[in-house]
């Protein structure tokens, strides 16, 4: 009988939108880093199948070129794959040579896949060695707010990851909620009201309304 593999046997544990996000320690690119160091800041940690690759050098070069306009954001980029530290120095120094585009952010060297495992970032039916395309995005309080999942073959999309932690920020700062492809400067969504008595005043408050339950207003 063919053996199957230990991630075959296991099924994966995912994290929880709205919980905290699992605590690590894990070497880096810039030393030893732990969940607890972004305490404050909002961080994005997310992962790529493996070093020296096509697409996730794609990625990586993306990545840092919207690493100012997140720390605008307070907020920090943190990179992972199994590949060791060496691999890690040696693949962001490659991209600096042949690209002009320097890596500002560390990547975690996980060959125990010990945070790969806490974040359910190993899927078998993709990979049994590799970490697929996640994005974690992990609020000033160690809180997890969402989590973005791509296969192997397609890239993500930086304009996506800049407007999530935009409407993160928004929602946060103004109680609100943001509509399907929301943009900084759209209207957001009134949270609806919880009563019958709240829902006959709503058409009178003054906002946008399709009706009582999704109104709109400018922030």
């Not at 905290?20 to 320690?25: G, M, N, S, T, V």
């Not at 993709?126 to 890239?155: H, K, N």
């Not at 932690?165 to 957001?188: C, H, I, L, M, S």
């Amino acid at each position: 009988m063919e053996k199957v593999s230990e991630l075959e046997e296991k099924p994966v544990t995912l994290p929880l939108i709205g919980e905290p996000a699992p605590e690590f320690e894990a070497e880096t690119t810039f030393g030893k880093k732990r969940l607890s160091d972004y305490k404050g800041k909002w961080l994005i940690l997310f992962s790529h199948p493996a070093d020296f690759t096509p697409v996730c050098t794609t990625e990586f070069i993306a990545f840092a070129k919207i690493h100012d306009e997140l720390k605008k954001r307070n907020t920090e980029l943190m990179g992972l794959s199994v590949d060791s530290t060496s691999s890690h120095i040696a693949w962001a120094r490659n991209i600096e040579e042949k690209v002009g585009v320097k890596i500002p952010f560390p990547i975690i060297a996980d060959l125990s896949k010990d945070v790969a495992t806490k974040y359910g970032m190993l899927h078998p039916q993709q990979s049994t060695t590799a970490t697929v395309r996640c994005v974690f995005f992990i609020d000033p309080e160690g809180i997890l707010r969402a989590m973005l999942y791509y296969p192997m073959s397609t890239g993500r999309n930086m304009d996506e990851i800049i407007r999530m932690v935009d409407a993160f920020q928004t929602a946060d700062k103004y109680k609100v909620a943001t509509p399907a492809n929301w943009r900084p400067g759209d209207e957001v969504v009134v949270p609806a009201p919880k009563t019958q008595q709240d829902a006959e005043k709503r058409l009178s408050e003054g906002y946008t309304c399709v009706d009582w339950y999704l109104c709109k207003k400018k922030v």
